[in-house]
């Protein structure tokens, strides 16, 4: 489960890689037990060259030191911190590998809650999987991610109850989506149970207003004898 705190990294370094003019996404599964890249780019050079970049996205000193694959696989490669972990770890991190640092703004006006400083140049090496391999995991990773637009665009009726159910429970405060600390499971269940009382306070108020115009017809008809 992704914190609130590597959303943010994700989203920022998304943007600052776009205005690179590089081709990229998250979360690219790589071939030969390569792991997964959590963050792919690809940049074309004006001599028609492809230049890859893998970007490993950590938040603390736990995170850091996870037995979890580091897939250095690209031309240049990062590590992507925030400045408080990357003073905790600057002197265990590979020469060749770089650093992009990632600091938050103090006012949080702007869409962007963020920007990178370079801290460390990475050094050039070779690919680590086969460039065919790499486009073909790049072109699938943004299928993905086509996909997932497409049936955003065609709204919850392609989602099930059950996953619906599942991924409103996944709203927590620690792993806040859109930011702002709201819990979206909670907030449901206040606005379904907000949507029964009110429809229940309709019926009452039928049903009494039902009564009152019985009870007045039985007044105003005449009495026998």
């Known amino acids: 489960m992704k914190t609130a705190l590597t959303v ?16 990229v996404v ?3 599964v790589m071939p030969d037990d390569q792991g997964i890249v959590d963050t792919l780019s690809c940049r074309l050079t004006a001599e028609e060259v492809f230049e890859w970049r893998c970007y490993e996205l950590k938040v603390s000193l736990a995170d850091f030191r996870s037995k979890a694959k580091l897939s250095f696989i690209g031309h240049y490669n990062y590590f992507v911190l925030p400045k408080a972990l990357y003073e905790k770890v600057k002197d265990q991190i590979l020469p060749t590998i770089g ?5 938050q703004f103090v006012e949080k006006d702007t869409s ?6 370079v801290e460390k140049k990475p050094q050039r090496q070779q690919l680590q999987v086969s460039e065919k391999a790499l486009l073909f995991r790049l072109i699938s990773a943004q299928a993905r991610e086509v996909s997932k637009a497409k049936q955003t665009a065609r709204g919850l009726r392609v989602f099930s109850t059950e996953r619906l159910y599942q991924e409103l429970k996944k709203r927590q405060p620690a792993y806040d989506l859109f930011g702002g600390g ?5 907030r449901f269940i206040e606005d379904t149970q907000n949507q029964a009382t009110e429809a229940l306070k309709e019926e009452l108020a039928a049903t009494r207003a039902a009564y009152e115009t019985l009870e007045k017809r039985l007044l105003d008809e005449p009495k026998e004898g």
């Open 8 to 23: 943010e990294m994700e989203e920022a370094l998304y943007y600052y890689c776009r205005e690179n003019s590089d081709i």
């Open 26 to 28: 998250e979360e690219v």
């Open 99 to 103: 650093v992009l640092v990632y600091h």
């Open 112 to 117: 962007r809650k963020g920007y990178f400083s």
């Open 182 to 186: 709201i819990n979206y499971y909670d």
